[in-house]
């Protein structure tokens, strides 16, 4: 995968960002997303959908946060996770999906999945 300087600058920045959110926890699908965020530098509280017996389950265990990124990934599952996920935690807790936009930007769209940021891990460590 072809990557260039200002790609590498913004996912820094990105992942810089993500750190420095100290109130809030970053939910992604599963082992692998938890793994690629690592990779790349990400050192906050992440909860995996994977790991919590469906969703009810999973958003009373959220609903404990003030606030959540969510960047579930881009594929038919994750645009339907991130709607109910939404609409079941609306009023519950502060819901944060800048982040998953600014990763399609930065990345011009190549990153479908978030396991997919282990790519740039030679890159940004």
């Known amino acids: 995968m072809l990557v260039s300087e200002q790609e590498i600058a913004e996912l820094k920045n990105f992942v810089f960002q993500l750190n420095s959110k100290t109130d809030c926890v970053v939910v992604v ?8 965020l690592r990779k790349v530098g990400f050192l906050g ?3 995996e959908f994977h790991k919590f017996k469906g ?6 265990n959220a609903a404990k946060y003030e606030s959540l990124i969510i960047l579930f990934d881009r ?7 991130t709607g109910k996920t939404i609409h079941l935690l609306q009023r519950r807790t502060k819901i944060d ?6 990763l399609r ?8 999945f978030i396991e997919q940021l282990v790519c740039y891990e030679s890159f940004l460590v």
């Open 45 to 47: 509280k992440i909860l």
């Open 105 to 112: 930007e930065i990345t011009k769209g190549k990153i479908m």
């Open 55 to 60: 969703i009810i389950d999973f958003t009373d």
């Open 97 to 102: 999906l800048s982040y998953k936009r600014k």
């Open 75 to 81: 594929d038919k599952k994750g645009r339907y996770l």
């Open 29 to 36: 699908e599963g082992k692998r997303d938890c793994r690629a």
